[in-house]
C-alpha cells in the first residue's frame, strides 16, 4: 500500500531550526516527483518545496528559500525538510505529498501531516 | 506568480442537487502538450487533501464519475452532478504550470 507518514514536528521558538521527516512505503521516491506542502491554522494551502525523483531539479518557495532545505534519503526511501529561522508565520501543518509522474503536477498521495508551531 | 481565484467562498447544497465551483487564474494554463495544467483537490474535515482532477478534466484513480473538471486557458469549472453528504469540505483548485505552484483560496460546500 502506497503511503507516507510524516514525524518531527513541534514547538519550536522563533529563531529556532526544526527537521520534518516523511517516510515513504509502497513505492520509490526516485520515481517520483515530491513536496512539501503546508496549511496555516484556518488557512489555504501552500507549496513550499518540491525535489525531483532525480534529485536534480528543487524547487523553493519565496516565503521559505533561504531558511529552509529538501532534501531525501533513497536509501530509507525517506523525504526531509530542514527549517532554520522559523517565525512565527511558519506555524502549520506540513504535508508531504506524492506527485503523479506525469507531464504536470499533481499530488496524489499525500500524508496525514506533522504540525509546527512556532511560538515564544 | 499565477494568482488563483476561486469562487464562490462557501457553497451550500442540497443532497442530490448539481453543484458548481468557479477557479480563474490570472495566466492561461494551457500547456504546449495542449492539456490545462489545472487540479482540483477536496479537503474533507479533519482530513488531509486528496486529489480529484488532473490536466483540467482528468479523475484521478478511485473518483467517482459524479465530479467533473473543465475549461480551457483562465477560466475552469469544478462541478458535482448530485451532491453527496460525503462531498462536504473545502475544494482547492491548484495551477501546475509554472514552477511556483500555486493554490486557490478554496471553496468550502455544505449541507443546507
Redesign the interface.
Known amino acids: 500500500q502506497e503511503q507516507l507518514v510524516e514525524s518531527g514536528g513541534g514547538l519550536v521558538k522563533p529563531g529556532g531550526s526544526l527537521r520534518l521527516s516523511c517516510a515513504a512505503s509502497g513505492f520509490n521516491l526516485r520515481d517520483h516527483y515530491m ?1 512539501w ?1 503546508r496549511q496555516a491554522p484556518g488557512r ?4 513550499i518545496s ?1 525535489i525531483s525523483g532525480t534529485g536534480n531539479t528543487i ?1 523553493y ?2 516565503s521559505v528559500k533561504g531558511r529552509f532545505t529538501i532534501s531525501r534519503d533513497t536509501a530509507t526511501n525517506s523525504l526531509f525538510l530542514h527549517m532554520k529561522s522559523l517565525r512565527v508565520e511558519d506555524t502549520a501543518i506540513f ?1 508531504c505529498a506524492r506527485d ?1 509522474a ?7 498521495i ?4 506533522t504540525v509546527v508551531t512556532v511560538s515564544s | 506568480d499565477i494568482v488563483m481565484t476561486q469562487s464562490p467562498l462557501t457553497l451550500p447544497v442540497t443532497p442530490g442537487e448539481p453543484a458548481s465551483i468557479s477557479c480563474r487564474s490570472s495566466q492561461s494554463l494551457m ?1 504546449s ?1 495542449g ?1 490545462n ?1 489545472l ?1 482540483w ?1 477536496l ?1 474533507k474535515p479533519g482530513q ?4 480529484l482532477i ?2 483540467g478534466s482528468t479523475r ?2 478511485g473518483v467517482p464519475d459524479r465530479f467533473s473538471g473543465s475549461g480551457s486557458d483562465t477560466n475552469f469549472t469544478l462541478k458535482i452532478s448530485r451532491v453527496e453528504a460525503e462531498d462536504v469540505g473545502v475544494y ?1 483548485c ?1 495551477q ?2 509554472q ?8 471553496t468550502r460546500v455544505e449541507i443546507k
Open positions: 513536496a506542502i489555504g494551502l501552500e507549496c518540491y524547487h518557495s519565496d504535508y503523479w506525469g507531464i504536470s503536477h499533481a499530488f496524489d499525500w500524508g496525514q501531516g | 500547456h502538450s492539456y495544467f487540479d483537490y479537503q488531509s487533501p486528496q486529489l488532473y490536466l484521478a484513480s482547492y491548484m501546475a504550470l514552477t511556483a505552484l500555486t493554490f486557490g483560496g478554496g
